[in-house]
DNA sequence: CGCGACGTTGATTTGCCTCAACGATTGTGG
DNA sequence: CCACAATCGTTGAGGCAAATCAACGTCGCG
C-alpha cells in the first residue's frame, strides 16, 4: 500500500538507516495536508505550525516587507522542505506567508512533533543537519550570485536550475524572486528571444 | 588551565551537555592555528581543509567571480565558525578565499576529523543541526535584505548588527559585502554626518 | 622621502524601476 | 454560453539609485 510519507521515508533513508520502530514514529509525527490551489497554508504574523514537505504540488514562500511590498523567498516544490526557520526557532511570529501555487499536498509537522521527535530518536538530528547544511549551501550561492549576476544571468541561471517551474509559476512570482520587476523580466525575456 | 579550546567547548555545552571522554575527543579534534594579520588560510581553486572556528582575531571569506571582481561573503570574529560548505560537502575545489583581516587564532576541524568526530559521538550531530540551522536563519535574512532595503539602509543595518568590525575592517570590504562600491559607501557616510 | 593602499569627491553613465496604457487569457456569474 | 471583470504579460517614456571613471588628499610604512 502506498502512502503518503512514502515520499518522505525515502529521503530520510538516503542519509539514514531506519529501524522498523523509528520508520513507524517518523510516519505518525506528521500531519497530512491537502491544499487546493492559491491557498495560503501560513500567514505572516501568526507564529509559524512548523515545518512543511511537500509531497506534491508547489509552494512559495513571500516576505512582505514595511512598506507592503511581497518579495518572493522560495519555492517549494515535491520532495523539498520549507517552512520559516526563525520564527520555529525564536519562538516569534512568522514574518513570512506560504501559498499553494496548484493543488499539493504535503506533510506538517508541527514543533511539538519535531522536538518530539528529536529527543526520542536523536538519530533524526543527523538528517536535518544534512538538510540545512545542504539548504545553507544554496543559500550562500543565492547570495553571491545577487551580487555577481545581472538581471538576465540571474533569469538564465534560474532556467537551468529550476526548467520547469516556469510552465506553472506565473512570471511575476519568478521576477519578485529573482529581485526584478516583472516589467523588467519581460523585457531580458523579449531581448533573448530575438536571436 | 586555559586553554584555546576552551571557547569552543563552552560554545557546545550551550547546546549539549559533554561528558568527560567527549570534552577530552572535541578538544583533540582541531588543530591549533595562529595567523598574523593578512595571510590567506584557505584559497579558492583548492579544497578545502575543514570547518574554522575563530578564538580570537577577524577573518573574511570572499568569492572571485569570473569577471575576477572580489565579493565578501563573510565576516567571522571570535566564537564564529566559517568555511566552504559547498567545497566540503561535494569534494570540490573551493570557491572562496580566507583570509585574516587582523592577527588570529583559529581551530580548524579538518573533513576527517569531522567525520570521525560525527561518527564516534553522533551527539554532536545535533550541535551543528543548530549551528547550521542558526546560520540559515541569518543567511534568509540577509537575502530579504538585500531585496528590500536601499544601500543606506543595509549599512545602517550592519553598523547595528556588527558595531566594533568597523573599527579595524577597511571600509572597501564593508561596501563589498553589503553589495556596493567603496565610493558609493563613501557618499552615504557622507550624507549621513550631515546631520 | 616616496610609494602604495585607502577613503573621498565630482562628472558622467547605466541598469533597472516607475508609471501608464494596452492586448490576451482566464475565470465567473447571470 | 456569453459578457464581463480580473489577472497577467507586454510595451514605451521618463526617472532615479547606484556604478563607472578619473582625480586628489592622506596616512602608514619600507
Redesign the pocket.
Known amino acids: 500500500m502506498l502512502r503518503q510519507t512514502d515520499s518522505l521515508v525515502r529521503a530520510v533513508r538516503k542519509h539514514l538507516d531506519l529501524t522498523p520502530e523509528e520508520e513507524n514514529f517518523l510516519r505518525n509525527a506528521f500531519q497530512i495536508q491537502s491544499v487546493p490551489r492559491g491557498e495560503v497554508i501560513e500567514a505572516s504574523g501568526e507564529p509559524t505550525r512548523g515545518l512543511m514537505y511537500v509531497t506534491s504540488g508547489c509552494l512559495m514562500t513571500y516576505y512582505t516587507d514595511k512598506k507592503g511590498?511581497d518579495h518572493v523567498t522560495y519555492f517549494a516544490t515535491a520532495g523539498w522542505w520549507t517552512g520559516d526557520l526563525h520564527s520555529l526557532t525564536a519562538d516569534e511570529p512568522s514574518i513570512y506567508t506560504t501559498r499553494t501555487l496548484v493543488d499539493s499536498e504535503l506533510l506538517m509537522l508541527t514543533n511539538a512533533s519535531l522536538n518530539q521527535l528529536l529527543e526520542r530518536y536523536p538519530r533524526f538530528e543527523r538528517y536535518f543537519r544534512i538538510i540545512f547544511q545542504n539548504s545553507l549551501v544554496s543559500h550562500q550561492h543565492r547570495i553571491i550570485q545577487n551580487y555577481s549576476?545581472?538581471?538576465?544571468e540571474?533569469y538564465e541561471s534560474f532556467r537551468e536550475r529550476f526548467p520547469t517551474l516556469e510552465q506553472y509559476?506565473?512570471?511575476?512570482?519568478?521576477?519578485s524572486y529573482l529581485?526584478?520587476?516583472?516589467?523588467?523580466?519581460?523585457?531580458?525575456?523579449?531581448r533573448m528571444a530575438k536571436r
Open positions: 511590498d549576476y545581472t538581471a538576465q540571474r509559476v506565473p512570471l511575476k512570482y519568478i521576477a529581485g526584478m520587476t516583472p516589467e523588467f523580466l519581460s523585457k531580458i525575456r523579449r
